[in-house]
């Protein structure tokens, strides 16, 4: 069960210029992240989901400081880190830990990889190298690679892609952080194979009370391991709230056009909330609401106005100036149409 | 179903490579309609790409077809000289590879790529022709005519899978084979693309092998989906009869994986890996990972057999006939 507050993110950007310099090319400014704020507590599971280039890994860096904020506010544990400098920031990076979605750019690709799990440890000094080995042992064993002694001096290239991301999982785990970003964690994994990473996930979870920022693209997956989803569009969050309100019952048409458009084995004849266009690019984001070309709801307020993420009722929280009423979903798939 | 216009007959394809032969597909036998929508599922590893290739007889070496034949519209394709096949590649039968970067060459238009096939085959008489014929197809595939311009790298990942198959089909073929067309994309992109290969299937009458990982995906668009396990074919049959009453224990874990927003609120998976194909298991090679598996399934292989409107090589799945 959710405790006390982790982290806050308040207003977060973070914005990357490309071209304008001595190689040429026009200079653009990529708004990755542009106003993102969200809090999250110990021992919850907040899914951060969104098209490709949405700004969710960008998050997730910018709240674990591998990334410098633009501005904004980065305050965890009830220490405002923002602007800690990397000396400061040292004693807590155990405390915070990232997993990353490709396990096969994750792990130096000589290193055994028990002396990769080992090395976090080492590292922070927070552990002997003998110490060590033992505990990468132990987490080892404990992520099912068994027996552990076998495993700890294979490379990864001697490892399926699933049993890489379990080796990628102990090393995050070994330092029981409170905070954990976990980027795509099993979307190059096996469908077959991905129930026990996630179920390993969420027992670290429980035993350690950490909280996770879960990104993924894809809301089937969220809906398994999240307490709350956070939607985002084009560098900002569209839609937050607790996971089964969200897909049940969504407000902003843009998380309606997403769970539509999921294929579904049990709901194969459904109709589709169709939306216009692709994402656009986040060096051009549209004026109004950043969503407004696409939307079949727009109004005209929607092409100056940008909607401010306001609570629509307790607990959920939408940035649309035309939201979805109540209920929609259920009739829109009862119905088969009519918005 | 109508008549058939593919028959694989215990199609082998191997790499040899220096660790041993790869069977990737071993003896894979099965028919797809004329009109049909087939989708072969599968996880990674399990022979896909090599079925495909092997149909349009591109299997890359140390890749070789080693045995069976692929029967199209009657004629063994295995046994064409390569001049011969290149009249059946483009032309009568399309495909759009997995990789969309390494099928579009990034220094050239994209009309100029469509117009290759075109000038290849005959088809336009001179480059003007063809270009104009490119835009056609552009057209056809949803972007604009004018596009015919434009570099693949200005175009966003689901337009350039739009290219793609607007080259795939731009002879009109009977039969487009979609390896993963829309992996690399985003749902409402995905289903767009999905909108997109049902039209030109409708509007040209051809045939459909859609090549997916994704059972929901598949679920949606087949008339029948074809189950992959360590290039096995382990499964075939209509969609309402494998999605809702699988036979093979495989299929019954793929689908069960599955997250769906409108299933069961669960985690499930498959216990252990998939097998590595040089030294694959006796028996099934699924038993390994087999939540029913008897004595007898490590030993002997189960046959594809018919049940049903269904093939399945299975023998738990037998004793249910
Ligand atoms: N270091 C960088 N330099 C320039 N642009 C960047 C950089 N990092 C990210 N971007 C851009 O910022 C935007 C957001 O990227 P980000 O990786 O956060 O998105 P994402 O939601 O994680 O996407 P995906 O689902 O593809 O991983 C994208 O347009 C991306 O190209
Ligand atoms: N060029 C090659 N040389 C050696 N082995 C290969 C080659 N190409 C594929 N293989 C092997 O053949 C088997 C089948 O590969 P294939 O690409 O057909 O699988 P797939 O089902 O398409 O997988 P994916 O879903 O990852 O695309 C795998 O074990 C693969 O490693
Ligand atoms: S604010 Fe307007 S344009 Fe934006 S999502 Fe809501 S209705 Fe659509
Ligand atoms: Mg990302
Ligand atoms: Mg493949």
């Known amino acids: 069960m959710p405790g006390g507050v982790i982290l806050e993110a308040v207003g977060l950007r973070k914005y990357f210029v490309k071209g304008g310099g001595i190689l040429g090319g026009p200079r653009r400014v990529i708004k990755a992240v542009d106003g993102v704020t969200f809090t999250l507590r110990r021992g919850e599971t907040l899914a951060l989901v969104g098209e490709s280039g949405s700004g969710k890994t960008t998050t997730g860096k910018l709240v674990l400081r591998l990334l410098e904020p633009d501005s904004g506010r980065i305050i965890f544990d009830g220490e405002d880190i923002t602007h800690l400098p990397e000396s400061k920031l040292r004693p807590l990076r155990p405390r915070m830990q990232m997993i990353y979605q490709d396990p096969y750019w994750s792990l130096n690709p000589r290193k055994p990889v028990g002396e990769a799990v080992a090395e976090p440890l080492i590292v922070h000094g927070l552990a002997s190298r003998e110490e060590a080995r033992r505990e990468a042992l132990k987490l080892l064993e404990r992520v099912g690679l068994t027996p552990p002694e076998d495993f700890y001096w294979r490379i990864p290239a001697q490892l399926s892609g699933g049993q890489r991301q379990r080796v990628v999982i102990a090393r995050a785990m070994i330092l029981k952080p409170e905070l954990v970003v976990a980027d795509e964690p099993v979307s190059m994994i096996d469908v077959s194979m991905r129930a026990e990473i996630l179920r390993l996930l969420k027992d670290f979870q429980r035993d350690y009370g950490l ?9 089937s997956v969220a809906r398994l391991v999240a307490d709350r989803i956070a939607i985002m569009y084009l560098g900002r969050i569209v839609e937050m709230g607790p996971a089964d309100a969200i897909l049940e019952d ?18 194969r004849r459904r109709r589709r909330y169709e939306i216009r266009g692709e994402i656009a690019d986040p060096s051009r984001i549209p004026g109004g609401c950043r969503f407004h070309p696409r939307c079949p709801r727009a109004l005209e307020r929607c092409r100056s106005e940008e909607p401010e993420l306001a609570e629509s009722e307790p607990g959920r929280l939408v940035a649309c100036h035309n939201p979805l009423p109540k209920g929609w979903l259920s009739k829109w798939l009862s119905s088969g149409g009519a918005s | 179903m109508g008549e058939p216009i593919l028959q694989l007959r215990d199609l082998r394809v191997y790499y040899y490579t220096l660790l041993g032969a790869v069977r990737a597909v071993d003896g894979v036998t099965m028919d797809v309609g004329r009109g049909e929508w087939v989708s072969i599922v599968g996880e990674s590893g399990s022979g896909k790409s090599t079925l495909a290739l092997a149909i349009m007889r591109l299997v890359p070496p140390p890749g070789r ?23 059946i590649r483009g032309r009568r039968i399309g495909m759009v590879f997995q990789d969309p970067m390494a099928s579009l060459d990034p220094v050239r238009r994209i009309g100029d790529q469509i117009a290759d096939v075109y000038l290849e085959h005959g088809v336009a008489s001179s480059k003007g022709e063809a270009i104009r014929m490119a835009g056609e197809a552009l057209e056809m595939a ?26 795939a089909v731009a002879l009109k073929p009977e039969l487009l084979i979609a390896d993963e067309p829309t992996t690399a994309l985003d749902v409402i992109v995905q289903a767009k693309i999905m909108d997109l290969i049902e039209g030109l299937k409708r509007e040209l009458g051809m045939t459909v092998i859609l090549i997916t990982h994704d059972i929901a995906l598949a679920a949606e668009r087949s008339t029948r989906i074809a189950v992959m396990y360590a290039g096995k074919l382990v499964e075939y049959g209509p969609v309402d009869a494998i999605v809702e009453d699988p036979l093979h224990p495989y299929t019954r874990g793929l689908i069960e994986s599955a997250p769906d927003l409108w299933g069961e609120k669960r985690l499930r998976g498959i216990p252990g890996y998939p097998p590595d194909l040089r030294r694959p298991p006796s028996g099934c090679r699924f038993h390994p990972r087999c939540p029913l598996a008897l004595e007898r399934c490590r030993s002997e292989e189960p046959p594809l057999v018919r049940v049903g409107d269904r093939l399945v090589a299975c023998f738990r799945a037998l004793e249910r006939r």
Do not use: C, K, N
């Not at chain 2, 949803?142 to 080259?167: K, M, N, T």
């Open chain 1, 250 to 267: 969504p407000r902003h048409p843009y998380t309606a056009a997403l769970i539509t458009a999921a294929p579904s084995v049990r709901l």
């Open chain 2, 142 to 167: 949803g972007l604009p005519r004018d596009w015919v311009d434009r570099y693949p790298h200005q175009l966003s990942g689901g337009q350039r899978q739009r290219a793609l198959i607007a080259a």
């Open chain 1, 211 to 219: 909280a996770m920022i879960f990104i993924t693209h894809d809301l």
């Open chain 2, 65 to 87: 077809i080693v045995g069976g034949s692929i029967l199209f519209d009657g004629t063994d394709l295995t046994r064409l000289s390569e001049a011969e096949m290149r009249r």
